[in-house]
């Protein structure tokens, strides 16, 4: 799942990382900058599972969808000039 999920990051051009808290249930996703650059530090419990919906590489979106019992969120990640944004995707 995570090589599956890391490809797809990498084929918008971006890089991430993925990991389980040692405490918790929240999913948490930033951006983060290392020596390499930014990228996106996606940290959720270890009873979640993650999966790419869609990505565009021309516009570099990805959209990601994590599911942790019966709650799903989804995050559009994205490019915008020369910074990378996350956004939480909100349904009514």
């Known amino acids: 799942m995570r090589d599956h999920?890391?490809?797809?990051?990498?084929?918008?051009?971006?890089?991430?990382?993925?990991?389980?808290?040692?405490d918790g249930d929240a999913v948490a996703v930033e951006v983060r900058r290392d020596?390499?650059?930014?990228?996106?530090?996606?940290?959720?419990?270890?009873?979640?599972?993650?999966?790419?919906?869609n990505t565009n590489k021309l516009q570099r979106h990805l959209l990601?969808?994590?599911?942790v019992?019966?709650?799903?969120?989804?995050?559009?990640f994205t490019r915008n000039r020369n910074q990378w944004f996350v956004s939480p995707v909100v349904r009514e």
């Open 35 to 53: 020596r390499r650059g930014q990228y996106f530090d996606v940290r959720m419990p270890r009873t979640a599972s993650a999966a790419v919906l």
């Open 69 to 76: 019992g019966g709650h799903k969120s989804r995050f559009v």
């Open 5 to 22: 999920i890391h490809r797809q990051f990498r084929h918008i051009g971006a890089r991430a990382r993925l990991h389980h808290p040692v």
């Open 64 to 67: 990601l969808l994590v599911s």
